[in-house]
């Protein structure tokens, strides 16, 4: 995907309003993003998009050049769509799959067998020293450890 589709793909995925279902029905009608982008209120008849949305996808969105100036400042940085080939597979089938992952490191590795650790924010002494070590031994024993960056 050339940076502009990328730049598309960005804003309007993360524009409020626009989830993974409404972007699934634009994918699957084949419509081009920046057209998408240049005039929401006319999308296919089954797409309606509220008043809210449509004026969200016009104003003007910084979070894609963020994101893209995030890619470009290291070579272990991966911006993988729902399109992509590197898109795990087992994302695919769940009821609403992200339409943008963002990966640091290895790619491949999305499509091995992962473990997800989840936490919090704000973890106790308790989880400090244990979750580390306990991740560790996993990965040493092959397990993918997949984080949501909490």
């Known amino acids: 995907m050339n940076t502009n589709d990328l730049r598309d793909w960005l804003q309007l995925s993360q524009t409020p309003g626009v989830g993974p279902q409404t972007f699934l ?16 209120a006319r999308l296919a008849p089954n797409i309606r998009l509220p008043a809210k949305t449509i004026e969200a996808i016009q104003q003007s969105n910084q979070k894609d050049a963020l994101a893209i100036q995030w890619l470009e400042s290291s070579s272990k ?3 993988i769509t729902f ?8 994302l695919r089938h769940i009821p609403r799959p992200p339409m943008t992952l963002y990966a640091i490191g290895d790619i491949n590795l999305l499509s091995s067998m992962q473990l997800a650790i ?9 989880c400090e020293h244990n979750a580390k070590p306990f991740a560790k031994a996993l990965a040493e024993e092959g397990y993918t450890i997949t984080s949501g960056l909490a």
């Open 25 to 40: 029905k634009i994918l699957y009608l084949n419509l081009p993003l920046q057209k998408v982008l240049e005039n929401p």
């Open 77 to 79: 940085h991966h911006i």
């Open 118 to 126: 989840v936490g919090t924010r704000k973890y106790s002494t308790y």
């Open 83 to 90: 399109q992509d080939d590197a898109y795990p597979e087992q």
